[in-house]
């Protein structure tokens, strides 16, 4: 017997946006939901959820949440600034990010020399985030004392 997945609370709260951008009543989305074997929106399969959407966006719906945002222009520049702020501020050298980051990518990066190497700004939002840690460990250091 071939077991049917249930589609998850994104796309429950997908069709109830759909259901009032297209001024659907209560009575007329039951109706709906009926006609693809539900008797509500946590009852429907993937390939159903996918069929009453069709039918939204026939009925006029138009999905913005799907759409994936275009990445940031120069994020990796953006970080790399806000990694040399954050060394300023606490008064570190570039050395102190350059351990942090062959410490954190050692296996992927064996000679890594510098964090100013790495490209993907997915990486060096590690190093801002170890950078972040050290920050609120020293403010809880001050705070203490």
Known sequence: ???TIKIDRRKIALVHVAKRQVGMTDDEYR?????????????????RFKLVM????????KSRSFKRRAPAVDSRGRLLKKIEAQLAALGLTAG????????????????????RW????????????ALTYYQRRQAKKVKSE
């Open 1 to 3: 017997m071939k077991k």
């Open 96 to 115: 102190y990010a350059d351990a942090i980051a062959r410490n954190i990518f050692k296996g992927k990066y064996p000679n890594l020399g510098t964090y």
């Open 118 to 129: 790495l490209k993907d700004p997915v990486e060096l939002r590690k190093v801002v985030a």
């Open 54 to 61: 069709k039918r939204f966006e026939h009925l006029g719906f």
């Open 31 to 47: 109706a709906l939901l009926g006609q693809y074997g539900a008797a509500s929106s946590k009852d429907l399969t993937v390939a």
